[in-house]
């Protein structure tokens, strides 16, 4: 059966016949918005706004419309383009309407108002502390997500919400605000179709304002009715005129009902106009891309206009009434910004600054990029050499499987997702082979779609009621999902104030040597220790391997957990049946101990460094198997005991020299330990160019033993 697509309009019996109630309360918040939007300008035109001011003048029927139908419990998010919905669903938080009257601005929408713009000024008491600014706005109190600067960054995040409220077991909705330029992004796309599998209670509300900046749709897509593309996904959707308040809000109304009664997500599409340009307070017309006849057309349909003629044709108020009202907000607004700013000494009169008092401290720049670990307090923590529990020989993958395993039956909020996990028997190597027999409910096979799954398990993490554990089938397609790993996960925490745990485990499986090629053999860790929010293990060994995984599992912080295919069929130390226990964040482990050299690695090459130790007997050398590999977690204490030592260094990775992971390592540690170097940093890397399908080429592209026997080999010759 086809998905419904319908456009909705308000007849003049609607509006002769609509609740006054409820066209005070559109009008009343509508303006509301206006009046902030306008000072917002004010500001920006006097340039007391860092950054960018993007208005939502003109689109204040769709937000109003839209979120007055929903409840604290349900979750929204948004655009860079975003303060009117946000400032709708704060202040629809706080607010207790009274029958018979417009919304009262009490002390606590003040507040909002008082709060939201100081963190467009960038402001310490603003809502993300001044982090987020105007594009990045953030009370989850009130279930206003955040706003988000990336183009449909914040839509697969949505999805995410909207899983946990339906695992969770509640009737909560999640709706997610884009634009039309959005409806193009493959994400967007993704999401659209993961939501509809998984019949997720999302409404994606496409706000129509018919310019990408100064693209128009028509040269955009060869559809431009944007929510026609929601059949093809089996979403029923909806079209309205979003500049007619009481006609958004039916439409909400109908698609709540349907997401609430547990039948799927929605589409709304609400064809609105901003007033303004992109950026500031000039017309679209001032750049050329609109003429000032469209404008007027537009303008003519004012939604706030439609609604103070509505109440004032039903009697509901008086034209003294509503021109109180508006003048009340602007005084507010006025009021608060006067609580902001001050004279400037010496300035031109009538010039304001922003006061010094306000601004965030200079310390609590790099606060928040990550946790403070408090979370792990408590926890047991053993490492090999004292191991309370049995030790056996296991294969890597069986002790891979077990943790995961153990670790949902200790915590049910624990989610697998990726490709195929749910399928042969434990995903393509068996890595949830147990999981699957004990837990299949929690073991989610995805769509190939990496952006939308990474960003359903971020979104998954920022809400917190469930913990994803994500997977990439290989490690090169994080670029495929570079934005929702580096620019949404990796950066939300610090980015909204520095107080959102993101409980996010990333599982990535390395395979150089495999002969899978170019696009599936990639070392990650250079890149992905450059993203200062993410934690990134290596475990070696499957006792590491579950004492990190336990940790991962139990850190506030986004994880990545790296793996390799060659470490899978191994065997190696791992306990016979305690998989409880944790290795500390930061921790090294020293595989060898010598006089002559430092050598620094992790993951499978650890096993080729020992292998090539034993080859060279005539160096003594201390092996550092890093375990922990950001800048964070690394362990200094251990690396500049050995330099100190040894006085010289060897660095050894597998990959491509071109994203090398030793790279910034030998910076840091000369930086650090100069001094105490006898010699020049040493590294043994792959080569420039990424593997091949060629058995040989593949070979001489990465590094293994013989590489590593190589270089220490010229070492001893010194």
Partial sequence: MSAPWVELSASEKDWSTADPDLLLQLLGRAQWIRSFEE??????????????????VGQEGGAVGSILPLRSDDFVNGSHRGHHQFIAKAVGHVLEPKRGALPEITPEVHEVFRRTLAEICGLADGFCRGRGGSMHLQWREAGAMGTNAIVGGGVPQAAGFAWNMKRAGTDAVSVTYFGDGAVNIGSVLETFNLAAAWKLPICFFIENNQYAVSTAVAKATAEARLSARGPGFGIPSWRVDGMDALAVHAT???????????????????????????????????????????????????????????????????????????????????????TLLEPVKGGKPGQRRIRDDLWPDTSFVDVGVRGDLSELEGLR?????????????RRFIDVVSDVLARRMECDDRIVIMGEDVDGLKGGTNGATKRSLELFPDRVLGTPISENAFAGLGGGMALDGRFRPIVEFMYADFMWVAADQLFNQVAKARHMFGGHSA????????????????SQHSMDPAGVLTTAPGLRVVAPSTPFDYVGLMNTALACDDPVVVLEHVDLYTSTGTAPADDLDYHLPVGKAALRREGDDLTVISYLTMVGHCLEAIDQVPDLSVDLIDLRWLDRASLDWETIEASVKKTNRVLIVEQGAIGTSYGGWLADEIQRRLFDWLDAPIERVTGAEASPSISKVLERAAIAKTDEVAAALRAIAAE
Avoid at 39 to 56: D, F, K, M, W
Avoid at 381 to 393: A, C, I, K, R, V
């Fill in 39 to 56: 000072y917002v300008l004010e500001l920006a035109g006097q340039g007391l706004i860092h950054g960018p001011a993007h208005s939502s």
């Fill in 252 to 338: 909400m109304i109908e698609a709540v009902k349907h997401m609430r009664e547990g039948n799927g997500p929605t589409i709304i599409e609400a064809e609105v106009y901003r007033y303004f340009h992109q950026n500031g307070a000039f017309p679209g017309s001032a750049f050329g891309y609109r003429d000032k006849a469209e404008e007027k057309q537009w303008r003519d349909r004012d939604p706030i206009d439609q609604l103070r003629a509505a109440v004032l044709e039903r009697g509901i108020l008086t034209a003294g009434e509503v021109s109180e009202a508006k003048a009340e907000v602007d005084r507010v607004m006025a009021g608060i910004g006067d």
């Fill in 381 to 393: 923590f053993e490492d090999q050499g004292d191991f309370s529990g049995e030790l056996t020989d």
């Fill in 502 to 517: 993101v409980p996010f485990v990333l599982r990535s499986k390395l395979a150089a040597g495999t002969g899978y090629g």
